[in-house]
């Protein structure tokens, strides 16, 4: 098996082949909701005494397109 570079991955179709080719299960919105549209990613998250404003704040960058 090879390596797919998530930054190569451009289309919902193509996320959707990825996963099904390493046999995961794991439900996709056919369009990305905003904030507005009430994305989970925008809501707040609890960590102890302390609330992240949301996911993407705690979401790790580095390495998400596959280089070292």
């Known amino acids: 098996m090879t390596y797919q570079r998530i930054g190569a991955i451009k289309t919902v179709a193509a ?10 299960e794991l439900p996709v919105d056919d369009v990305p909701l905003s904030a507005t549209d009430g994305s ?13 404003g949301n996911r993407w704040c705690v979401h790790p960058m580095e390495g998400w397109d596959g280089t070292p």
């Open 15 to 24: 996320f959707r082949e990825l996963l099904d080719e390493l046999g995961l």
């Open 40 to 52: 989970p990613l925008a809501e707040p998250l609890q960590l102890g005494d302390f609330t992240v």
